[in-house]
Nanobody
């Protein structure tokens, strides 16, 4: 069992930056792939980024590539999402998720554990 707690969300102006953190408790965190997803009001949840257990393999949605960076610190059981050059369309609740199969999948069904989410609002 893994518990995930996100933090770091907030209100930022267009072009600003935020860093989200996801603290994990439970065993075997360092063998899981970790992902970030987001959901805006009235829209379906969408993939943002993922990182496999080694930290070498990372994956990004096209809409955030070159602006967002996912990373992990296994010593701290924490995964991060650095978000730069934020745009109003990035406004959403952001969720981290853990995938025991280490697939780094774009599909939310691959992830067994989810946090409660943190809100990111980008003003224009």
């Amino acid at each position: 069992q893994v518990q995930l707690v996100e933090s770091g969300g907030g209100l930022v102006q267009t072009g600003g930056s935020l860093r989200l953190s996801c603290a994990a408790s439970g065993r075997a965190f360092n063998t899981y792939a970790m992902g970030w997803f987001r959901q805006a009001p009235g829209k379906e949840r969408e993939f943002v980024a993922a990182i496999r257990w080694s930290g070498v393999n990372t994956y990004y949605a096209r809409s955030v590539k070159a602006r967002f960076t996912i990373s992990r610190d296994d010593a701290k059981n924490t995964v991060y999402l650095q978000m730069n050059n934020l745009k109003p369309e990035d406004t959403a609740a952001y969720y981290c998720a853990a995938d025991p199969s280490n697939s780094g999948s774009y599909y939310d069904t691959a992830y067994d554990y989810w946090g409660q989410g943190t809100q990111v609002t980008v003003s224009s």
